[in-house]
């Protein structure tokens, strides 16, 4: 069963703050995504990466930025956060290309910014 | 527009009776992936299908390509399977879509 770890799992801010998001997977998947689930919207991809340096823009990237620092560590930043960026964010890694890999998902981390 | 539509958006079922959640996609998706949400806020891969049908337990999903549409099929529901569920696809621009979700309540 693969093993995906987000931290914190809770997080409040103020327009802004700066925030770091951390996720690790343990199962040598190349690709790791970071996901945002807003009501309404279902969950929509922010970043990806197929690997340890490479970073790829998802659909709403505005306002984020991520590093891959090693094949098991992905990071989702928010330099300048925003109220709008107030959601719930997932993690996913995968052993293979999006549609070619099962995901597996984080527990979730809650982003409030006030 | 979305290239995921899923139906409904919410589904109440009695305990021990059925139902099917559907999505249909706008373009042609090389598979398909079905979650659920739990109350933990956790999210359970249930199947993933590059074509075909695919049974686990009480749960059923097929996925046509070339009908562009995936199904999720629940029999005997139980107050466990609550949640929300999501399907998502992915075409050949290797980007994976969400649908919206459907929110699903088991009662008594």
């Known amino acids: 069963e693969a093993a995906v770890t987000q931290s914190p799992r809770n997080k409040v801010t103020v327009t802004g703050g700066n925030v770091t998001l951390s996720c690790r997977q343990t199962?040598?998947?190349?690709?790791m995504y970071w996901y945002r689930q807003d009501t309404g919207h279902g969950l929509r991809l922010i970043h990806y990466?197929?690997?340890?340096?490479?970073?790829q823009i998802g659909d709403v990237p505005d306002g984020y930025k991520a590093t891959r620092t090693t094949q098991e560590d992905f990071f989702l930043l928010l330099e300048l956060a925003s109220p709008s960026q107030t959601s719930l964010y997932f993690c996913?890694?995968?052993?293979?290309?999006?549609?070619?890999?099962?995901?597996?998902f984080g527990e979730g981390s809650k982003l409030t910014v006030l | 527009g979305d290239q995921v539509e899923q139906s409904p958006s919410a589904l109440s079922l009695h305990e021990g009776t059925g139902s099917a959640l559907r999505c249909n996609f706008t373009?042609?998706?090389?598979?398909v992936q079905w979650f659920r949400k739990n109350s933990r806020g956790s999210l359970i891969n249930l199947f993933y299908?590059?074509?075909g049908t695919k049974e686990n337990g009480r749960l059923k999903s097929a996925f046509d390509s070339k009908e562009r549409y995936s199904t999720l099929h629940i029999r005997d529901a139980q107050l466990e399977d609550s949640g929300t569920y999501f399907c998502?696809?992915?075409?050949?621009?290797?980007?994976?879509?969400f649908g919206h979700g459907t929110i699903l309540r088991v009662h008594p």
């Open positions: 996913a890694s995968s052993d293979g290309g999006e549609n070619t890999g099962q995901l597996y």
């Open positions: 199962n040598s998947h190349n690709y």
């Open positions: 990466s197929y690997g340890a340096g490479n970073l």
């Open positions: 373009t042609t998706m090389r598979a």
């Open positions: 299908l590059a074509s």
């Open positions: 998502a696809a992915g075409a050949n621009t290797g980007k994976l879509t």
